[in-house]
């Protein structure tokens, strides 16, 4: 992916609220870090050498990060209980929190935060994005089928998935990886923690998805939809942009027209009003 190195002047302090005391003093420097023509590392080569296992070349922007054998920008911040595969690259000024796994393939951009214990693969990630603890990116989607001897097979999942610019994905959130495309989520993106996005889901600029929502395999989201907490999205749906979702709504066929949509199938906002209305005239008439 070419990135283009963009720099913040300031990285707001809530940012860090979830990452643990105990990480390197690095991490509060980069608080209100000043910008200059050229990039300074974040920490001093002597941290470098004996706190991280970095092979340090200072003729060099990137470094060789000893554990995982992976490279990243000399001005980024990494825990050193950080893995970072071969073949992953860190970009600067960005975070990587305690125990964060970078596996290989993937591609961190600048001044993206990453909270611990988040596992990261077949992946990038785009500038300035905030992936708070215990997220999980790039994993096998959920894919398989029953064979002619009624056997249980796995399906490949070998793409990736794409993250845009500023996307926010909150704690313990999942997001497979493609099988037949990139599963990708759009330029400032908000999602909140305890999502699922299954493989193939595609995801437009400035969605909100909130708690614990559910993305089948194959969606296709277009860009300002908001999903409330538990809405349901049944597999191989589209939904065209500036669709609102009121919550515990499921989606089971296209909605087409923008708008407020509620209900399990949901229906245009008005229309389940509607139904509960009926319902609630009808049980009370039940008890009469």
């Not at 002597?46 to 990243?72: C, I, P, R, Y």
């Not at 395999?217 to 589209?238: E, K, N």
Request: proline share 5%; glycine share 12%; with cysteine.
């Amino acid at each position: 992916m070419a990135v283009t190195l963009k720099r913040l002047s300031s990285i707001p302090p809530l940012i860090f609220r979830n990452f643990p005391l105990s990480t390197p003093s690095c991490f509060g420097s980069l608080y209100n870090f000043s910008v200059s023509s050229t990039d300074q590392p974040a920490f001093p080569n002597s941290m470098v050498n004996s706190e991280t296992g970095a092979d340090v070349d200072d003729g060099q922007e990137f470094l060789k990060w000893k554990n995982g054998g992976g490279h990243f920008h000399k001005s980024a911040c990494i825990d050193p209980t950080v893995v970072i595969e071969i073949g992953a690259i860190v970009h600067p000024k960005s975070v990587l929190g305690a125990n964060v796994h970078v596996g290989s393939g993937t591609a961190i951009g600048p001044c993206v935060k990453i909270g611990q214990f988040t596992k990261i693969g077949n992946c990038t990630v785009g500038d300035s994005c905030v992936i708070h603890n215990g997220v999980c990116i790039g994993q096998d989607g959920f894919g398989f089928f029953v064979d002619e001897d009624g056997n249980m097979v796995k399906k490949p999942q070998i793409l990736n998935v794409r993250i845009g610019n500023h996307v926010d994905i909150g704690a313990n959130t999942c997001i497979d990886r493609g099988s037949w495309r990139d599963t990708v989520i759009g330029d400032h993106t908000k999602i909140d923690n305890l999502v699922q996005i299954g493989h193939n889901v595609v995801i437009g600029k400035s969605c909100m998805l909130c708690g614990q929502v559910g993305i089948a395999g194959s969606v296709i989201i277009g860009d300002y939809v908001v999903l409330g907490g538990r809405v349901a999205v049944r597999d191989h749906v589209s939904i065209i942009s500036k669709v609102r979702l009121a919550a515990n709504s499921c989606v089971t066929k296209d909605i087409r027209e923008p708008g407020d949509y509620g209900g399990f199938p949901a229906v245009p906002i008005h229309v389940w009003r509607r139904q509960i209305a009926i319902q609630c005239r009808s049980s009370k008439k039940g008890k009469s």
